[in-house]
């Protein structure tokens, strides 16, 4: 069975970092192109950032350009999403999702499989 598990999230003041991490079990990380996505209250899931199965070409949402950082581990079968300067506005459910599609738009749409979501709060 497909399973991605979040971890990382957290309480962080304006200006630090966290680390998420995507562990994905169930399928090969190879063939899917990955991404993070967010959402906060009352606002619709976005695109933060993604990395395609092929190539590991990565795409950034413009309000994190930056400031985070995507990346894949396939031999450990985990996504990571290195998040500095955080700013309050960043505040939201991170989610890790999978798709199996070579080249990504990080797009909700193209992703089949999702992780339940970890917490991101950015306040002093």
């Known amino acids: 069975q497909l399973q991605l598990v979040e971890s990382g999230g957290g309480l962080v003041q304006p200006g630090g970092s966290l680390r998420l991490s995507c562990a994905a079990s169930?399928?090969?990380?190879?063939?899917?192109?990955m991404g993070w996505f967010r959402q906060a209250p009352g606002k619709e899931r976005e695109g933060v950032s993604c990395?395609?199965?092929?190539?590991?070409?990565?795409n950034y949402a413009y309000s994190v350009k930056g400031r985070f950082t995507i990346s894949r581990d396939n031999a450990k079968n985990t996504v990571y999403l290195q998040m500095d300067n955080l700013r309050p506005e960043d505040t939201a459910v991170y989610y890790c999702?999978?798709?199996?599609?070579?080249?990504?738009?990080?797009?909700?749409?193209?992703?089949?499989?999702w992780g339940q979501g970890t917490q991101v709060t950015v306040s002093s």
């Open positions: 169930g399928f090969i990380l190879d063939y899917y192109s």
């Open positions: 990395i395609s199965s092929v190539g590991g070409s990565t």
């Open positions: 999702a999978a798709g199996l599609i070579i080249a990504t738009l990080c797009e909700p749409y193209e992703y089949d499989y």
